[in-house]
């Protein structure tokens, strides 16, 4: 089978690990409980940013964010090395800028990660995200961002959503915990 993956807030806990950079980078002290609060993907607010601040010191970071100790998510890799074993295609798909692909692609690779080449998918805007995901055929489909999964409703593909506070109100089949993935996929067959 052909299993897809976007990678921030998917396999990797991203927001988290940069949500800790901030109040590190700005001598702040927010509680964890404000993160799991948040109903937005940005996590400026929390830090009492406006929105042109919190895009500034997003991109002024980016490389941190993307490339230090961001763990993945409890059970993710060993899930994804689980399924590759089994002799399943394993794409990723992530809308990451252009210009980081292939020290994302290194990056993943370095943590472990079963990447084939030509299956790491980068640098690209959500409709061209979504289009690449149809014309692979995939049969399932992971991803936490409400603005994806939206438009792919209607499509061969099992969607998922990996689940975040800020996509509490998308009724679609709910990934909560990594290890649940394979209880998950016989209750879908």
């Given at each position: 089978?052909?299993?897809?993956?976007?990678?921030?807030?998917?396999?990797?806990?991203?927001r988290?690990?940069?949500?800790h950079?901030?109040?590190?980078?700005l001598?702040?002290?927010v509680?964890?409980?404000?993160f799991?609060?948040?109903?937005?993907?940005?996590?400026?607010?929390?830090?009492?940013?406006?929105?042109?601040?919190g895009?500034t010191?997003?991109r002024d970071c980016m490389e941190?964010?993307?490339f230090?100790?961001?763990?993945?998510?409890e059970?993710?890799?060993?899930?994804?090395?689980?399924?590759?074993n089994d002799?399943h295609?394993?794409?990723?798909?992530?809308?990451r800028?252009?210009?980081?692909c292939?020290?994302?692609r290194?990056?993943?690779?370095?943590?472990?990660?079963p990447?084939?080449?030509?299956?790491f998918?980068?640098?690209?805007?959500?409709?061209e995200?979504?289009?690449t995901?149809?014309?692979?055929e995939?049969d399932?489909?992971?991803?936490?961002k409400?603005?994806?999964?939206?438009?792919?409703?209607?499509?061969?593909?099992?969607?998922?959503?990996k689940d975040?506070?800020y996509?509490q109100?998308?009724d679609m089949p709910r990934l909560?915990?990594w290890?649940?993935l394979?209880?998950?996929?016989?209750?879908?067959?």
């Open positions: 089978m052909k299993f897809g993956f976007d990678i921030d807030d998917t396999l990797i806990n991203l988290e690990h940069a949500f950079l901030y109040n590190k980078k001598n702040q002290n509680n964890l409980d404000v799991h609060a948040l109903k937005t993907v940005e996590i400026h607010e929390a830090f009492g940013l406006e929105r042109e601040a895009n010191m997003w941190e964010i993307y230090t100790e961001c763990p993945s998510f059970g993710a890799l060993e899930t994804l090395i689980s399924l590759e002799g295609e394993i794409y990723y798909i992530t809308s800028p252009k210009k980081y292939a020290q994302t290194d990056w993943m690779k370095a943590q472990g990660f990447i084939t080449d030509e299956n998918y980068c640098g690209m805007q959500d409709e995200k979504i289009a995901i149809k014309a692979l995939l399932y489909y992971f991803d936490d409400p603005a994806v999964l939206e438009t792919l409703q209607n499509v061969k593909t099992k969607v998922f959503i975040q506070s996509n109100l998308m909560k915990q290890s649940d394979r209880k998950i996929l016989e209750e879908t067959v």
